[in-house]
C-alpha cells in the first residue's frame, strides 16, 4: 500500500569536558515522531529532549542535515548539553566522540552526482559536529552558547557542511 512519506526528528545530545566530546544518548541518536500536522519538528525535538533530560540543560539545539530513511524524511538536530564538571558523572552510559573517529571508520560509501547518497548513522554524526563547528566561527550567538571545552573540542574539526564525500583536497581545506 502506498502511504505519504512523514517527518521524523532525530537529536544527537552531546556534551563536553576537559577529557573531550561525549554522545549522551550511547550509540544513536534519540528519534521521535512521526511530526503531526498542527505541530512543528521543533516542538518534537523538544518533545525526544525531555523524554531523558531537562529542556533547560539545553545550551544549543541545530538542525544540521535531514535524509531520508525508508518511509520517512528525518530531520537531524544536535543538542549541547551544559553539565558541569566531568561528563559521566552525570551521564554514565556516555560514550567518548574521538574525532579521529570518523578517519577510523572510513569515508562514506560513494555514489554517484545523480543519486542519492547513503549516510551511516557515524556520517549523520559528524556532520553534525562539522556544523557546529561551522557555527563557532560564523554565529556568535551559537557560539557563546557552547563552552569552552565543546570549542576547544571542535575546533579539531574543519568547518564544513558537505565534504564528507569528497576525496579532492581544496587550498583553503590543505591550509588549515
Known amino acids: 500500500m502506498l502511504e505519504p512519506m512523514t517527518v521524523h526528528v532525530e537529536v544527537w545530545p552531546i556534551a ?9 544518548s550511547g550509540d544513536d541518536g534519540w528519534r521521535a515522531g512521526p511530526v503531526m500536522a498542527d505541530d512543528e ?8 529532549i525531555s523524554d531523558h533530560m531537562p529542556l533547560d540543560d539545553v545550551a544549543l539545539l541545530h538542525s544540521t542535515s535531514w535524509r531520508v530513511d525508508g518511509p520517512r524524511v528525518v530531520l537531524t538536530y544536535m543538542a549541547l548539553v ?12 556516555a560514550r567518548p566522540i574521538n574525532l579521529d573517529l570518523a578517519e577510523a571508520v572510513g569515508k562514506p560509501l560513494s555514489y554517484k552526482p545523480s543519486e542519492t547518497p547513503t549516510p551511516r548513522h557515524i556520517d549523520v554524526l ?28 571542535l575546533a ?4 564544513a557542511f558537505a565534504a564528507m564525500y569528497n576525496d579532492r583536497q581544496f587550498p583553503e581545506a590543505a591550509a588549515s
Open 16 to 24: 563536553a569536558d576537559e577529557i573531550g566530546l561525549w554522545l549522551l
Open 41 to 48: 519538528p521543533h516542538s518534537e525535538v523538544e518533545y525526544a
Open 82 to 93: 551544559r553539565t558541569t564538571d566531568f561528563v559521566r558523572e552525570a551521564w554514565p552510559d
Open 126 to 153: 559528524i556532520h553534525g559536529l562539522r556544523h557546529l563547528r561551522f557555527l563557532m566561527s560564523t554565529d556568535s550567538a551559537n557560539a557563546a552558547a557552547m563552552n569552552e571545552y565543546a570549542q576547544q573540542h
Open 156 to 159: 579539531k574539526l574543519d568547518p
